[in-house]
């Protein structure tokens, strides 16, 4: 019976080492997203070929993206909390990177006050 206790004790470590594996995996690309964007920037990112994000919107500031821009990241670099007016709008937190596939249409970034909610 002890070699049963032995192989569930095992599987367990073995699960337990690939979940971190996994958790540092989706932390490297959210980590390599933030090193992209400058730090006190949001960035939108419109297109997966080049490094350098397309629009850059200084901390606390917001943006109007005239006719829309496809988007295949968007990273909030910045201590603010953002909106994101696209088709779907969605919110993105200070020092969080979100990649979209296909991308996502974006019309306009604004800076969302304490205790607000965006649109949906």
Do not use: W
Request: with cysteine.
């Amino acid at each position: 019976m002890k070699s049963v206790g032995i192989v569930r004790t095992v599987s367990a470590s073995l699960l337990a080492g690939a979940a971190v594996v996994m958790s540092a995996q989706s932390g490297h690309a959210a980590t390599a997203s933030l090193a992209t964007c400058p730090l006190n920037y949001f960035c939108v990112d419109s297109s997966p070929a080049t490094p350098q994000p397309d629009v850059l919107i200084p901390a606390g500031e917001s943006r109007t993206i005239p006719g829309g821009l496809n988007a295949y990241e968007l990273t909030n670099n910045t201590r603010f909390p953002y909106c994101v007016q696209a088709r779907p709008n969605l919110s993105l937190a200070p020092a969080q990177s979100r990649a979209f596939e296909p991308p996502l249409s974006v019309f306009a970034v604004t800076t969302r006050g304490s205790g607000t909610v965006c649109p949906s």
